[in-house]
């Protein structure tokens, strides 16, 4: 895409829209002076009629011809209509940013009087002012000006206030800048593309409320014309000749559109960014050899297995061609058992949990040569099918318990709808499990908190109003993706705790997605660590410290402080950026990062490989961390 | 902050609440009221000459100038004012000398009689349609429909009352001849009015509908819907649409509002004897009081609406409840 053009330019729409308006300029300048003469021609013969071959759209009711009286208003109804908006969008720029220049004392007030006036329709304003300021023109001008300026007025305030609260200018400020200079060299340019948007957009209705003034008989007063007013004459004569008061309706629609089309354009309405460009194309995916599934698991031991994943890929569609945040992930959980995911972010280790839970949506694809879950195929894609079995046996739990919580419904009402639709459980009866489960993961007063929506709860009695939801049913298997990330260090201990509880009563299976890897050798058996989409390395939670032998592994574990660390020394980081997911390197995704990096690793992508510890996909997993590499790297 | 405002419980927000609503709306009231006051003190020149016209007799201005209170001090006339308006006295016209309350009345019911329609029509089509196409068109699907559907919505919203209403005379009372073209007689007439003020509104707030639901959808809460295994009807009607309606409904109130004063330019194509004939007619001949009192009435009802509408957000979304706006 081109840079050089601006935005408005890049979509057929804007196009148009300023197409239309530099027609509508052009018409302003010479229509005057090519036709005003005809415009004003009376023809005392050819009085009020019809479309004819001389007059396109008629004559009025002194003979003159109604098209070219349109074509000579367009300069008066948009010389009016840009003096009102100049007019309206200065004052409402003044009383906007008056509260950023004046003292508190004095700003607050202002912005309290603009809240007032937004409450009155404009056209009542305008009505308002035309009674005081008499029936003409200029009245007009100054009625609509006035009243366009507080709806300008609050966005220009909103912007400008978002604005001043950013560090660079309160710095600006502080260091005793004059408050006026402040906004017109910082406030201001970093406002200007919206507040011109919506001027553009505000012309629009500013030329529609003179045209209502004008047709009403208030606004432009006779000889001058314009649109309304030709409006206004030609509905007298609607039944005769419905063209007299068409044609400026015609006008008025057009330079409407030319407005907002080109504000609508400008704020990108349209969508002129990527996104449009998203497509599907297939691409080349990689594939790599992923490990065979291990021979020696028998028939008795697969009865145990909740979820069998295997070689799961999601991907979206991208500018060039599609991403695959998740590319070849094998995953086997069996009841009871905790696997914890860690990975930093944009390693597809949430990609990966959605996957499973089937909530990728489209346009993302998910596939898998097995995604088995209480052995049933999740892949065969039918909703009937599975719903009722995922409903009732898989339990998610999300990050962030102040949005995962629907904030208009009772807490109550959300635990008991999934059991009313899979379990049939009638109304009482879903709100006594629901009140009962919320007292299982131990709310105090389940009856009130059930009654409560969750903006009166705390963020840890949301996440365990979440967990309480999973346990409607009996579930197999919890997906937890980072549940104790948005919570504070003791509650995040507290839905730990009960996340363990349940999966020892009820045996259930425990998928647990987190960044933080201490969090996960707290609570799970195995940990596999992600990169770039890929499982690197699958060992034991007891090993993570002793034994982990992909570089990335040992990385992530540096980066957690311990009782150890040296106080005094900086702590570990992991130097480089994870890898962007549209732009792979040909061998090993971490090459990039990696101390240990060799051109095999460049070269060649390494596989997960099994051995005595558990599984590895590195060409160095052999080789001792060496100290002075690390060192050299940081 | 959370587990306190827990432990405070509901009722208080809702009382402080309706506390806060109330101020802002008498406030709102008394600007509203002494404005209209002041608005004929503002007139330039005299506004009875004004009224009566320069031929008239000077001894009749002078009488009619006692008759309303305009050599009395300027704050007994305002006091005057404010007594009258708790009592429903609006004066009398300067030309008619017709009680003024009366007028009002009459014509405040023509009015509404096409506003409430038009509200609710446009609010029929506008929810619908907007759920519907942000269920269709999420996440860059049917790019084509969306396209249509935002270009159709643009040029509908961009096109006046004024010409929809010529528009819909040419066609539909002139060309077809299927409803009147003008006047207040059965419920044939209601027709082309109605339509005139809801096509435009209509077609903005579907767009609105549309985009606040398109946010909705994407919102964590609905996530979690989904992960429940619900209905997409359930998901989308009970999980999304309340949530995305409350920002709608913000913006209803001034729609309302607006097209209670909109009626002003569908009122004069089809001569509706409405209030905003009354309006522009006394705009016109200066009938100051009436004017000053159909002023006061679009006001009020701008306010209450805009007041109403703040309490449906609350009854639908009790976090709006709180706050300090």
Not at chain 1, 194 to 206: D, M, Y
Not at chain 1, 293 to 304: H, N, V
Request: proline share 6%.
């Amino acid at each position: 895409m081109r840079r050089d053009r601006p935005e408005v330019l890049r979509t057929p729409v804007g196009i148009v829209g300023i197409t239309l308006l530099g027609v509508l300029a052009v018409l302003a300048v010479l229509a005057p002076l090519l036709w005003g003469e005809r415009a004003t021609a009376t023809d005392t013969y050819d009085i009020l009629a019809g479309p004819s071959a001389q007059h396109w759209a008629g004559t009025d009711n002194l003979g003159r011809d109604i098209f070219f009286r349109t074509l000579v208003a367009t300069r008066l109804s948009l010389v009016l209509t840009l003096m009102a908006t100049t007019l309206g969008v200065g004052l409402g720029l003044l009383l906007g940013m008056a509260p950023l220049l004046l003292p508190r004392r004095l700003g607050r007030p202002v912005v309290a009087f603009v809240n007032l006036l937004l409450g009155f329709p404009s056209l009542l304003m305008v009505l308002f002012l035309a009674v005081i300021l008499g029936v003409s023109t200029t009245s007009a001008v100054l009625a609509i000006g006035i009243a366009i300026a507080p709806p300008f007025a609050r966005l220009a305030h909103t912007l400008g206030a978002g604005v001043a609260d950013l560090d660079y200018v309160a710095a600006a400020r502080i260091s005793g800048v004059h408050p006026l200079r402040v906004v017109v060299r910082h406030v201001l340019p970093n406002v200007a593309e919206p507040l011109v948007v919506n001027a553009t957009v505000t012309a629009s209705s500013v030329l529609l409320a003179f045209g209502g003034l004008s047709f009403l008989g208030i606004g432009v007063q006779p000889p001058q014309y314009d649109w309304g007013r030709l409006m206004q004459d030609g509905l007298s004569s609607i039944y005769t000749n419905p063209l007299a008061a068409l044609v400026p309706g015609i006008a008025f629609v057009l330079t409407g559109l030319a407005f907002n089309l080109t504000g609508e354009a400008a704020a990108g309405t349209f969508g002129a960014k990527a996104r449009s460009r998203a497509r599907w194309r297939p691409t080349r995916t990689r594939r790599v050899a992923v490990r065979p599934s291990r021979p020696d698991e028998q028939e008795d031991a697969r009865a145990d297995v909740v979820l069998d994943v295997r070689d799961l890929v999601v991907s979206f569609p991208g500018p060039c061609g599609s991403i695959s945040p998740v590319r070849g992930v094998s995953i086997t959980l069996r009841s009871g058992e905790a696997v914890g995911v860690v990975g930093e972010s944009g390693s597809g280790k949430s990609m990966t949990a959605l996957a499973i839970a089937q909530l990728i949506e489209e346009p993302g694809r998910v596939t898998a040569e097995r995604l088995d879950f209480c052995r049933t195929d999740l892949r065969s894609g039918s909703r009937a099918a599975t719903d009722a079995l995922l409903g009732t046996s898989l339990a998610v739990v999300f990050q962030d318990p102040m949005t995962s919580l629907n904030p208009v419904m009772r807490i109550g009402g959300q635990l008991a709808e999934g059991a009313r639709r899979h379990q049939g459980l009638t109304r009482q009866d879903a709100a006594a499990r629901a009140v009962d489960r919320l007292r299982a993961v131990h709310l105090r007063d389940p009856e009130r908190r059930a009654r409560q929506y969750p903006h009166e709860l705390s963020g840890g009695m949301r996440q365990r109003a979440m967990i309480g939801m999973g346990l409607m049913g009996t579930p197999r298997l919890i997906v937890a993706d980072e549940p104790t990330t948005a919570l504070d260090m003791t509650v995040q201990r507290q839905v730990l705790d009960l996340l363990e509880e349940t999966r020892h009563d009820h045996g259930t299976a425990l998928l647990m997605i987190s960044h933080d890897v201490s969090v996960v050798s707290s609570i799970c058996d195995r940990v596999l660590v992600m990169y770039a989409g890929r499982i690197v390395e699958d060992l034991p939670s007891a090993d993570l410290h002793t034994k982990a032998r992909h570089p990335y592994t040992r990385a992530l574990i540096g980066a957690v402080p311990d009782m150890a660390t040296d106080l005094h020394a900086p702590l570990d980081t992991i130097s480089g950026h994870p890898v962007d997911p549209r732009h792979l390197p040909v061998g090993c995704a971490y090459a990039a990062r990696c101390p240990l990096v060799s051109e095999r690793c460049r070269q060649e992508e390494p596989t997960l490989e099994a051995d005595a510890i558990g599984e590895v996909a590195c060409w160095h997993a052999d080789e001792p961390a060496r100290a002075e590499t690390l060192e050299a790297v940081r | 902050m959370l587990v306190e405002e827990s432990a405070r419980g509901t009722r208080g927000h809702w009382g402080r609440f309706a506390a806060r609503r109330a101020r802002r709306l008498l406030v709102s009231l008394w600007i509203l009221v002494t404005a209209s006051f002041l608005m004929i003190q503002l007139v330039p020149g005299d506004p009875v000459r004004a009224a009566l016209g320069t031929s008239a007799p000077a001894d009749l201005v002078a009488s009619r100038r006692s008759q309303l209170g305009l050599d009395e001090p300027l704050l007994n006339q305002y006091l005057g004012y404010l007594q009258n308006l708790l009592t429903g006295d609006l004066g009398e016209s300067i030309l008619t000398q017709l009680p003024v309350a009366e007028t009002i009345g009459q014509r405040l019911l023509a009015t509404l009689s096409l506003a409430l329609p038009a509200f609710v029509l446009t609010f029929a089509i506008a929810v619908p349609v907007g759920v519907v196409m942000a269920v269709a068109t999420r996440r860059g699907r049917r790019r084509r429909t969306e396209l249509t559907f935002v270009g159709t919505s643009i040029v509908l919203g961009s096109i006046p009352e004024f010409v929809v209403c010529v528009a819909l005379v040419a066609v539909f009372a002139v060309n077809l001849g299927i409803f009147p073209a003008a006047g207040r007689d059965g419920i044939e007439s209601y027709v082309l009015p109605v339509l005139a003020l809801s096509v435009g509104p209509a077609a903005v707030m579907a767009r609105i509908v549309r985009v606040e639901m398109l946010a909705v959808l994407d919102a964590d809460y609905i996530r979690t819907a989904r992960a429940k295994r619900l209905s997409s009807l359930r998901v989308n009607l009970r999980h999304a649409l309340p949530n995305a309606l409350t920002a709608t409904l913000t913006l209803s109130g001034i729609m309302l509002a607006t097209m209670v004063a909109g009626t002003v330019l569908v009122e004069a194509v089809f001569a509706w004897p409405g209030l905003g004939g009354t309006i522009v007619s006394s705009i016109q001949s200066r009938d100051y009081p009436l004017v000053q009192s159909a002023v006061l009435t679009y006001g009020a009802i701008a306010l209450t609406v805009n007041t109403l509408a703040d309490v449906a957000i609350a009854a639908i979304d009790p976090r709006s409840t709180i706050g300090d706006s």
